[in-house]
């Protein structure tokens, strides 16, 4: 992997030089990581700092934003490395202030949402937005990080979010972050044990901080309290969640500075999506993860396939036959010059029975 080292004024400073072992760990709708370690040589120690280094990968043009660096000396320097880990956005740096609304418009809600908010932050938004719209998303969110705030519009809509490189970057400045959402796509692509494009299979499931029912309990007292049920079971088995909204005043203040009253059905909607946030911190955990060799002939990665597209899984040894998946995770590692490729699947079927209207 060649990856580009930029400043956070959006200076090129150069290529990513010595390193031992990469791992940029790709996500569709959700922050990616990565971790790096590099030798200790002087231009390393030099280039690369927390809070100011960006990388740029060369092969996906996505950015990672540094935010920890370990050195430490040892006997032998020449075996020693310097390991860097950070997010592949910056949205954790600033918190939405006012009550945002995300309906049908929703790309550019979103957008709206972080220039709102975005307080010199360094993020550019592509001139040429995609225009992707949903049916029946109607959410609020309020004093959340922008990445959480996004995170949930991505998780209720099936869209994906990222941070790409602009041509001009390195040129322009304004032009390096540039913040974008997108839809993965059905791919006529198939992986499965039988075809033997799947080298290694994982799957975790746990249920040990699942919730998929809320109580949000908001002001009042005994009986007369406003209790809004938010119920996400299906008619399945209930994991009830006891969520605390008595600071949700049906009083708020609008963009122009004036005290502003919900009415009823409002104030039960802005309640209703509390207790969806709250949800969305108690989700299952069920992942099935491959490794995928990134030199198959059958379906090219980035080529027929790639982060966020929905593909066919098939695997004899967790019986799972010709079903829909999302990749909604890729890791791409390389180390000692050898690269492999981990995908991380969550089941389609799920996420296309919660989401609102998107089409792929």
């Known amino acids: ?52 280094t960006r990388f740029v990968n060369q092969a996906t043009q996505e950015i990672g934003f540094v935010s920890f660096f370990h050195d430490e000396e040892s006997e032998d320097e020449a075996q020693g490395d310097i390991e860097i880990r950070g997010y592949m956005d910056n949205l954790d740096q600033r918190i939405n202030i006012r009550t945002w609304h995300f309906g049908t418009n929703v790309e550019s809600d979103v957008m709206d949402c972080i220039q709102f908010n975005q307080r010199d932050l360094d993020i550019y938004f592509a001139p040429d937005p995609q225009g992707l719209q949903v049916t029946g998303l109607d959410m609020e969110s309020t004093w959340e990080t922008l990445r959480d705030t996004v995170q949930l519009v991505c998780e209720q809509t099936g869209l994906g979010y990222r ?20 839809n993965g796509k059905k791919r006529n692509v198939k992986f499965s044990d039988k ?66 009253t919900y009415t009823d059905e409002e104030y039960q909607n802005v309640l209703h999506n509390e207790g969806l946030e709250a949800l969305a911190e108690h989700s299952a955990v069920i992942q099935f993860s491959v490794t995928i060799d990134p030199n198959d002939p059958l379906f090219r990665f980035r080529i027929d396939y790639d982060l966020g597209d929905i593909v066919i899984v098939e695997s004899v040894k967790y019986n799972i036959q010709n079903t829909l998946y999302r990749i909604s995770g890729i890791n791409e590692i390389e180390e000692d010059g050898v690269e492999t490729i981990e995908i991380e699947l969550t089941l389609y079927a799920e996420e296309a029975s919660a989401k609102k209207g998107v089409t792929v």
């Not at 760990?25 to 030099?46: C, D, S, W």
């Not at 994991?239 to 963009?255: A, C």
Request: charge should be negative; aromatic fraction near 10%; glycine fraction near 8%.
């Open 163 to 182: 941070m790409l490189a602009d041509k001009l970057a390195g040129k322009s400045p304004e032009a390096l972050n540039q913040f974008g959402m997108y």
């Open 1 to 52: 992997m060649q990856m580009m080292i930029f400043d956070d004024q959006g200076k090129r400073i150069g290529i990513l030089q010595n390193y031992t072992s990469i791992q940029w760990k790709r996500k569709y709708a959700e922050p990616g990581q990565f971790e790096i370690h590099v030798r200790p040589t002087k231009e390393n120690l030099a280039n690369i700092k927390e809070g100011v």
């Open 195 to 260: 075809l033997s494009n799947i080298t290694f299979q994982s799957v975790v499931r746990d249920l040990s901080d699942y919730k998929n029912f809320a109580y949000v309990c908001a002001q009042g007292e005994g009986e007369e309290r406003t209790v809004v049920e938010v119920d996400l079971s299906n008619g399945g088995e209930r994991y009830e969640l006891y969520v605390d909204s008595r600071n949700t005043s049906k009083k708020y203040t609008d963009e122009s500075g004036n005290e502003q």
